[in-house]
């Protein structure tokens, strides 16, 4: 399960950087929206996104369209979803991200509110996230915040060079452990 957790939060991170609070603007949806409608909305664009709170999670790439669409790539798997324009530099997400590994499947939803700061370049967003396991059963929840860069385009002549927006990270080393059968590990667990 910590590993189901853990798959949320990374998604949540990467469709979290798509998040924008608040705002005095009537809110614009995806579905209602005509296109090109948020195309001057300074979300619009792809971003770096990264947990604070888990200086060793991998950064997630997000993109918003001016059509309302998000999508997002992460170490986890791709996740899309929607946002509106709540307000001139705000927006609201919400990010769907299928799981499917060997002992869980299921979707990781993400909802956030996102606030791009005046230089247009960073977001913090503050979001939610659910898992639900394909029957339909709720089986973790939580919130977080996210960071976010956007990815500025950079001349030809930066070869050999990280890209600005990209932070270094500690590459995170998945424990090994010796596999056990479902047999074994109920004989294991069984008080002789």
């Known amino acids: 399960m910590r590993r ?27 579905q209602d929206a005509t296109p090109g409608a948020m195309t001057g909305h300074p979300l619009v664009g792809s971003w770096v996104v990264i947990d604070p709170g888990v200086p060793d999670d991998t950064p997630s790439v997000s993109v918003f369209t001016s059509d309302g669409i998000m999508m997002d790539a992460a170490a986890e798997g791709p996740g899309a979803g929607s946002w509106e324009a709540t307000g001139s530099r705000t927006a609201a997400v919400t990010l769907v991200v299928p ?4 002992e869980f499947a299921g979707t990781a939803i993400i909802r956030g509110t996102i606030e791009v700061d005046q230089t247009g370049d960073t977001f913090t967003s503050p979001y939610s996230y659910t898992v639900v396991a394909a ?12 960071d976010a860069t956007r990815i500025a385009v950079e001349p030809i002549e930066a070869e050999g060079t990280p890209h600005a927006a990209v932070p270094t990270w500690t590459v995170m080393v998945p424990e090994v452990g010796t596999p056990v059968t479902v ?9 002789t």
């Open 99 to 102: 799981i499917v590994e060997e």
């Open 135 to 146: 029957d339909g059963t709720v089986v973790d929840a939580g919130q977080g915040m996210v």
């Open 183 to 191: 047999g074994e590990a109920a004989a294991e667990a069984t008080p």
């Open 4 to 30: 189901v957790s853990l798959l949320v939060a990374l998604a949540a991170i990467v469709l979290l950087g798509l998040l924008v609070v608040g705002g005095s603007r009537p809110s614009l949806g995806a």
